[in-house]
């Protein structure tokens, strides 16, 4: 089999690497061209030392390359509002492309806006390429399988939403959910809020810290919401959700509170769980709490489920790496899906622990 | 004024530790005798180098030093169920005690008996010394202050216990909170489970970890539970609780979900909020979240609400250092009311930042 | 006694923050005015909201307010080059002032030319203030206390300076230290570098992480040289330095090897650091290696010896918390001098630990 | 070819984890048994939650299971003084082995005894296998390999030993060392410690600490001194270590000072670093100082070269993953080498930034 050519827009983030050191070890892609419009013109392991002896392709800007040439796909690991600005061109040309924003995580305007509304950096909630709407699909892999399958654009989704989404899906599936409501208390490493230095990343503010941030107000909410309110027997989810910064740089751990409207036992949701997911290689649904360490640096999503006193109060844990999981790893699974690979392939790094 | 003379029981434990430098840095304060079971013998500033030309009395066991002897106060910075077996004597010779565990926050062994049960290290229910229980104080000293005044005997409270109270008093004492019912996520140190090395508090294991434990299980809830449920218009209180131990040294954050039974604003709130605590030095009603940082390595705690749309579910965070306002500051607070000095003599550190 | 008014200059970052808020605890010293460049306008509890309830103080900008007026000392918390532009003005009007940057280190345009050549942000190095070098004081309080006392000028020392120069300060004022040479290794946490946010001080990027950084060629370097090399017996001192940068806020901690012109013992080193130290609060000579938390949030510094096999190699070791011994808690101090004051005053705060 | 058939001992420490994750992802490896005294009994993702879907064996007693039986090759990840009492055994049965511990680093009683004599918890310096040593390689694969390959018995090398042979092994080899005598400052994160919780490895003690232990009298240094004295031209070699525990997991950085016998540059040295190892996989030299973080996970070393001044006075430093390169990732590499396999085989995971 031919190597599948993957173009890299954003090479030099978080979101870059990570896509870049899967495709590295994978056996069936290969990094055609990086692009990046900070450091461009120096070789990547110049960017980021660690790559020393892995991978010296020099940063090239999108003026000296273009997005789309000489590749089988373009990965965005871009800010919102990027991909729209290529998407045309790119379908056009037959060109796949998968995107880490909220650009094509939506399946028509409407939804958009309420996300675009939402987001603290998108002041026009107008789509930059309304058209292709609906001919994309929504990446969690694992609702969603067929249709990143067939879909030639992916929005990847994001970190926060992929806990909360696959943490409650069975629930909402099931329409267990009293009025649809949870409260979720996120916990997350830096790492999500990228590379660039900022007053909330600064080490000597967040070491030791714990900070609560856009309380009640996150834009992650959105899609979550959309999904899990559209699930199975589910009508409609509302999701409260304060997200807390730790003084930890990977990681998300999600601790969901509900009611059940009707009785249910901890086994019985268990074991559901368990069903729910059979065959999904990265889900596992443990007997003790998730912690954050569990998934580190792995694809893994760990779930655990408990019920209080009475059989009605549920709570669910869910724990992933942000940059795993939550961006590269689930867009890795991602191109595996659409290029008719195993879900698993590049993707068998287990956690680094201690 | 001559000094008030403490002893410490339990002296070389963090709870010993943290008292001791307040009662060193106290006007009207003298530290009498050290005792511990550990350590007898050595010097304290051997068993706390940091201690080296602050504090070099030698620590001394039990048996070479009667409990009570020499003193006007006895400080128990022990386990649960050591205090109890000291009580009657001391009570009977007229000297005042403060302790830390569980052993005196219940004023009726029915309550005791629902603490114990709960108690992961408490095998035998019965009190040791039932007698007493209806002289003591539970030691929350923003809501118990008078009672604690006029006690001979204080029961210093839970370090969780602390942020939730104080965290949801005004709204179980208004009658606000529906069904009486909050889902409290807690985010904790590794400091409040003490000096003693175990694999939790292991540090390959916990550094850059979250770890959830004793999930809905904790003890701290059944004194929340009482002492809210029985504030002004409450009736009765249940608090879902998930404790999360945290890569960090110090400090409680603690974020609660409820629904209150009717509209309210975060405005009027917050105005309830400093209205309720007026007068109370420690407590800082903010106008952004608070932090785990906050109020580390001082007395303070921080507090502040948000409300989602539709005006009814209700976001409440608190956050304490666990071993000041969750153990020793109390305790000094405490001490101050019992001796009628200031509630913030020998407390007026403020917190350390960055 | 009437207080003592002090202005700040550079009030909003984390020097001017730390002599805030021991100027707020300090029996005789007041604070007049705030000012800082950034965040005029704001109120300094606004600015770090840990201050909450401790001060309210709104920060000015040099243009609403003279710089040395309404007071009887300024502090410059500025960088390289700022105080230099008001000395003379202040000078003439009979205002003493303490300097953190390196422009009133020096008594000499040739000894400060060598400093500026070696610093990274200054490109001229003429001093600004030329006239007056020769009258200020090095801020090395336990060596140079008499000239502090009577100054009008005072430089405080670079954090790194304070923690070579008292820890090789014994050795060298004895002539022991054989050509003059010493290899340090610096372990710093991340606040020495500020508030301002960074690539090598964001979060993901430095914690767990160690750092060395400027290999040989840190401006601090030029101060202990001088310092060291021109004590008592001591003809010339060569200092290389590494500098590391840890994944933790607060703490230097220098390890320091050299080799004796002489057969020595530890214990005949432990004594002689002791007996030179006789009297100095701060200087604390301990037996076991000094660590980095243990002197934490305090303005003490920790010591240590060590000798090889063979009684000529020599390891010291100094611990100090960056922020204090090695700026505000220095600054304060020398502020005790400069007015009169036991060196210790508004100064009694132990470390933090655990 | 059939897959090698791995007995690992000690198999449920950090040394037992870390080559259990290697071999389960090898292509030409097999684990068969593994055998340990704590956790018998258990499933090994029972004792270790991360390993969930990836290895389910279920860990055996010495009693069950003999040492050596149905297997190719045993890895004793056990403390000193355990392979001994196996060694003559394996070694009539013809079964290959690795050791992590001491016991077979030297060839010679003499040189054991040098460092058992130097051990904290070695209290008899016989060695239990005398007549096998001479029989064994002593496994740094860089300098060893054809040693390696030929032996039946490896003992994996100590984890600062690693950093510091690698690290000076150029310039020992050229006998460019003035009286052989190094200063080392050794960087280490607290999982060389391994799984057992102890007063230093307490989280709230060690977290965001420095702590210097051991000073000038560390195990490893034996090893080191011996290796390096003894390569190419040196002529003997004195260490003086100085270990300092970190607040953080993985991780050792060596900042290493000596005297050039004669004037060196740096461009020099680091042409000669890469002169030296070249087609060595798994060392980079790099033109800016290592980073704790840059080989972190990843079985790299990496070095980089300074000189100061003069031309004489050297510092080299060296970083690896403490549990990687300085133990189970050297001790695959040296599997590979046993078995003929490319030094790389199981070895081509990257380094996990940020």
Same mark, same amino acid.
């Given at each position: ?46 960017? !980021? ?50 995107? !880490? ?254």
């Amino acid at each position: 089999m031919a190597p599948i050519r993957a173009q890299l827009v954003g090479a030099t983030g978080y979101g870059g690497l990570g896509i870049l050191e899967l495709l590295l070890q994978h056996p069936h892609f290969q990094v055609s061209t990086l692009i990046a419009r900070d450091d461009a013109g120096k070789r990547i392991d110049e960017v !980021y030392p660690h790559l020393a002896g892995r991978c010296d392709l020099v940063v090239q800007s999108s003026d000296e390359v273009a997005v789309g040439e000489d590749c089988d796909v373009v990965i965005f690991a871009t800010p919102d509002r990027v991909s729209q600005q290529y998407a045309q061109d790119l379908h056009s040309r037959g060109v796949r492309f998968i995107d !880490y924003s909220g650009d094509f995580r939506f399946t028509s305007t409407a939804d958009y806006g309420r996300y675009a509304a939402r987001h603290p950096s998108i002041s026009d909630a107008t789509h930059g390429a309304a058209d292709l709407l609906g001919q994309n699909a929504y990446g969690v892999s694992e609702l969603n399988g067929e249709a990143i399958a067939h879909s030639k654009i992916v929005g990847n989704p994001g970190c926060f939403a992929v806990g909360i989404i696959l943490g409650l899906a069975p629930l909402f599936a099931d329409g267990l959910v009293e009025a649809g409501t949870v409260q979720v208390d996120g916990l997350t490493g830096s790492s999500g809020a990228g590379k660039k230095p900022a007053p909330l990343q600064h080490f000597s503010h967040l070491n030791d810290n714990v900070v609560p941030y856009r309380v009640l107000n996150h834009q992650h909410v959105v899609e979550s919401e959309m999904t899990l309110g559209r699930l199975g027997q589910a009508s409609g989810a509302t999701v409260d959700f304060i997200p807390h910064l730790l003084g930890t740089t990977r990681g998300i751990l999600n601790t969901m509170h509900l009611t059940a409207n009707k009785t249910v036992t901890r086994e019985g949701l268990l074991e559901r769980y368990r069903e729910f997911y059979a065959g999904q290689h990265f889900v596992r649904v443990l007997d003790s709490p998730p912690t954050l360490k569990g998934p580190l640096g792995s694809n893994y999503i760990d779930l655990s489920v408990f019920v209080a006193e009475g059989g009605r109060r549920v709570v669910v844990m869910s724990s992933i790496d942000n940059l795993m999981k939550g961006q590269s790893g689930s867009a890795m699974q991602n191109l595996n899906l659409m290029f008719g690979l195993p879900a698993t392939a590049g993707l068998e790094r287990g956690p680094l622990y201690p």
